[in-house]
């Protein structure tokens, strides 16, 4: 058994630990709120501004007039993994990174794979075995839609320039603090609708229906990605609040089991000090 100065130390070290996670919990659940707000927001536009376009573009004859709806033989592909700048998260970024592997892997094996990163941590473990060709991790200094319309007009020259014939965008859609969903999510070329859309609706465009088309692709691809980081940023600090809430109760129970252990080592090497002095007083009698 460790000696009581030994478990002391212990138990201090818990402590600290303890109060340190307890406080990254905290500060995690307080920025939940506000990320959680953002993207519960955006969400019904994202959703009916690629319903009005997917509306629109079934309306119109042929093509949809983008060249963003091109579909070209799959040979080079890039994939955008969308994780955050830190860790203490739980499975929060190796899930994304496990997911971007796989399709690099497998699902486009043989094929020309490149990656591009947004956050930290997809930057730093997969470029170890994979291409990544750029990394926009300072996007999370100041997320705004501007920002990242910036790197979406990136990603339309690469596509609409022929250097990659599909782009994908992988990231964790925000449910709840405790549940995040990995999705691998088509980003060029534009995906058609699943089904039939209803193109009976009698409205008045202004100016025709292909140039607000034309218009309104670049703006919902942006939106698309604005969505993306949204979720993933929201899911990181839900992901961060519940790893640190179990690490606090860890580090709870540790700490108690400690004390426990400490209380039992003490109270035998009290009673090993009575002994002792009965023992010897005992002596002296004799």
């Known amino acids: 058994m460790a000696n009581l100065k030994e478990i002391r130390n212990r138990i201090s070290s818990v402590s600290s630990t303890m109060q340190i996670t307890s406080a990254m919990k905290m500060v995690s659940a307080a920025k939940l709120k506000k990320a959680q707000d953002a993207i519960t927001a955006m969400r019904p536009y994202s959703d009916k501004l690629t319903e009005l376009l997917q509306s629109l573009s079934a309306s119109l004859e042929g093509d949809a007039g983008s060249q963003f709806a091109e579909k070209r033989e799959v040979n080079k592909v890039l994939l955008v993994a969308i994780t955050s700048n830190r860790g203490l998260c739980g499975a929060f970024n190796t899930n994304i990174i496990k997911q971007t592997a796989l399709l690099a892997g497998q699902a486009y094996a043989g094929k020309h794979v490149d990656i591009m990163a947004i956050g930290k941590k997809a930057n730093d ?3 170890k075995k994979h291409s990544v060709v ?3 991790s300072a996007i999370y200094e100041e997320l705004t839609f501007d920002n990242v319309a ?3 007009e990136e990603l339309m020259e690469m596509f609409t320039s022929g250097a ?3 782009i ?3 990231y964790n859609s925000f449910k709840n603090a405790a549940t995040q969903i990995v999705i691998t999510e ?10 039939e859309v209803n193109t009976n609706t009698d409205y008045v465009y202004e100016p025709a229906k292909l140039e607000i088309v034309q218009q309104l692709i ?5 939106t698309q990605l604005y969505k993306g980081i949204r979720d993933s940023f929201a899911s990181e600090h839900g992901a961060r609040m519940t790893a640190m809430h179990k690490a606090t109760d860890n580090a709870t129970d540790l700490r108690d089991q400690l004390k426990l252990t400490y209380n ?5 090497a009290i009673t090993n000090e009575i002994l002792e002095i009965v023992g010897g007083a005992e002596a002296l009698a004799n």
């Open 134 to 136: 750029k990394n926009h």
């Open 164 to 166: 990659y014939d599909k």
């Open 168 to 170: 994908e965008i992988v």
């Open 264 to 268: 039992k080592a003490r109270q035998a």
């Open 218 to 222: 670049p703006k919902s691809l942006k």
């Open 150 to 152: 910036l790197i979406a």
């Open 186 to 195: 088509q980003f060029l070329p534009i995906k058609p609708m699943d089904g």
């Open 125 to 127: 473990i997969l470029k």
